[in-house]
């Protein structure tokens, strides 16, 4: 990757490229709809997160285009003494710019947005599936500490 590299909270026009990196791997490929035909619910979530001073949708550009994504919210909780938490969700790294040190980049950029906001925690899940990923959060510090459960609605 060569350019400037640079993180920034994501638009509403960017909504559809962020659904195709979001969509930029196996897994997400059975999650994620075509962004041609992008369903209004993604724009109405990408409304929510917006509003909210809680919710993070981060991304990292490089040269104009749109190479990394991933949501950081902000939780508090009465546990751990009250402690704030950051929880970092949908993290993704176009394929063409993997292999190259962005993720680590993007991690380390929203664990220092945890920090900045005071939390004492940073906490992600990924699928078991994703072996790879779960080395590199590993290497990255992250714990296996809790099974995690999901429940579909």
Wanted: hydrophobic share 40%.
């Amino acid at each position: 990757m060569s350019g400037e590299l640079r993180f920034r909270e994501a638009r509403r026009d960017e909504v559809a490229a962020l659904v195709a990196l979001l969509a930029d791997d196996a897994l997400g490929k059975q999650r994620e709809e075509s962004a041609e035909s992008l369903p209004a619910e993604y724009l109405d979530a990408f409304e929510a997160i917006d509003a909210d001073p809680n919710h993070e949708l981060i991304v990292a550009e490089c040269s104009g285009e749109l190479v990394g994504v991933l949501q950081l919210s902000f939780l508090p909780g009465l546990s751990h003494r009250g402690a704030w938490r950051a929880q970092i969700e949908g993290v993704r790294v176009a394929s063409s710019a993997r292999g190259g040190g962005l993720g680590r980049t993007l991690l380390e950029h929203a664990i220092a947005r945890a920090r900045e906001r005071g939390c004492r925690l940073v906490q992600l899940t990924s699928d078991k599936r994703r072996a790879d990923a779960q080395r590199f959060y590993a290497s990255l510090g992250f714990e296996a500490t809790h099974e995690g459960f999901k429940l579909p609605l």
